[in-house]
C-alpha cells in the first residue's frame, strides 16, 4: 500500500479516487464501516480507494501535554486500511497550518484540487476546519455545488451504544480486554522494539521482552495474558506485566512480556504484544520467592485463558 503525505499534490494515477477521511484511530468497528462505504465506491467506479488519517491526532496538537492516547501507530493503520482493501493512506499532517484551514479551503484547496477527490465518505459525527467549522452537512452542501459525492456513514451500534474510540479507552483503563476487542474487532495491540532492560526477569526464571509504551494509551497496570507476533510470523503465547514494577527500583514503565517455552533473542527486533485479558493488579511482594511464586501462578492462568488462542 502507499503512503501518501498530505503536504503534496496526489499524482495524477490516484486523482479521482474516493476517500475515506477520519482520524480513524484504533480502525474498530465504525471506523471499518466508513473505510467499506469508501472501498464498496471505489470498485464499484473504477476509482482509487484512499484513506486520510490525521498524524499527529488533532487532540495532541491542542493539548500537547495530554496524557498519551493513541491506539494505533501509522504502521499499525497502514497495514489495516490494506486489509480492508484501500489503495493508499494520505496522512495529513496536523500543524498549525491545517488548524487553521477553514472548512471552506480544506475542501476545495485540499479534498478537491490538492488531492484531486471524486467522492468523500465520512462518518456522521466528523468535523473539520478552522474551530471545527464543518461537518457533514457541510460537506453535502459543497458537494451539490462543486460536483463530486460525498456520503455519510451512520455510527455503528453495540449494546446500543455507538462504538467509539472514547469507549475503547474507558475499557482498556478498565482492564476489559473483552469490550476493547470486540469493539476495536481485535484485541489491542502495542508494537514495539525489544529492548534491554535489568535482568530482573531472567534471574527470577521468567525472561521478559521489555517494550516501551511510547505514545499508546496505558491501560490499567496489572498483569495480562498476551500473545506476541515476532516479524517473521509466529505468534507466542504469554502473560506480560505492564507498570512501574513496584517491586523493584527504581519505579520505571515498562511493557514486560515473558513468553512461554520460548528462549530465543528478542532484543532489537519488533513485536507486536496483544492484551488478551486482565489477571489482576500490580502489587509489591515482601520477597523474591512470593512474587517467583505469584509469576508462576499469573503463567498457569494465561495459559488457560490463551487456550485456544
Known amino acids: ?108 484547496e485540499l479534498l478537491l484540487d490538492r488531492y484531486g477527490a471524486a467522492g468523500v465518505v465520512t462518518g456522521a459525527d466528523f468535523v473539520f476546519g478552522k474551530g471545527r467549522g464543518g461537518n457533514v452537512v457541510t460537506l453535502a452542501d459543497h458537494a451539490r455545488r462543486l460536483g463530486f459525492f460525498t456520503e455519510m456513514v451512520a455510527p455503528v451500534d453495540d449494546a446500543a451504544e455507538a462504538v467509539s474510540s472514547s469507549r475503547i479507552r474507558d475499557a482498556l483503563r478498565a482492564g476489559d480486554c473483552a469490550t476493547a476487542a470486540r469493539l476495536l474487532t481485535r484485541p489491542f495491540t502495542v508494537r514495539g522494539i525489544v529492548q534491554h532492560g535489568d535482568k530482573n526477569g531472567r534471574l527470577l526464571g521468567f525472561p521478559t521482552a521489555n517494550i516501551d509504551m511510547g505514545s499508546y494509551l496505558r491501560p490499567r497496570y496489572g498483569i495480562y495474558a498476551v500473545t506476541g507476533t515476532l516479524s517473521d510470523g509466529r505468534v507466542l503465547k504469554g502473560a506480560a506485566n505492564l507498570g512501574i514494577r513496584p517491586s523493584f527500583d527504581p519505579p520505571r514503565e ?52 490463551l487456550t485456544g488462542v
Do not use: W
Open 1 to 108: 500500500m502507499i503512503r501518501l503525505d498530505g503536504h503534496d499534490r496526489i499524482a495524477a494515477a490516484l486523482r479521482g479516487g474516493v476517500i475515506a477521511l477520519g482520524n480513524f484511530d484504533g480502525f474498530h468497528a465504525g471506523h471499518q464501516a466508513v473505510v467499506g462505504r469508501a472501498v464498496h465506491h471505489a470498485k464499484d467506479d473504477g476509482r482509487p480507494a484512499i484513506v486520510a488519517t490525521f498524524d499527529p491526532h488533532p487532540v495532541r496538537f491542542f493539548k500537547p501535554d495530554a496524557p498519551p492516547f493513541r491506539l494505533t501507530t501509522l504502521d499499525q493503520r497502514q497495514e489495516l486500511f490494506a486489509a480492508a482493501g484501500a489503495d493508499a493512506m494520505l496522512v495529513l499532517p496536523f500543524d498549525a497550518g491545517l488548524a487553521n484551514t477553514s472548512a471552506q479551503d480544506f475542501i476545495t
Open 254 to 305: 515498562l511493557l514486560e512480556p515473558h513468553f512461554f517455552d520460548f528462549s530465543g533473542d528478542l532484543y532489537g527486533q519488533p513485536i507486536d504484544v496483544a492484551f488478551h485479558a486482565f489477571l489482576r493488579p500490580e502489587a509489591k511482594f515482601d520477597t523474591m520467592d512470593a512474587l517467583m511464586a505469584q509469576i508462576a501462578a499469573d503463567c498457569d492462568q494465561a495459559k488457560i485463558l
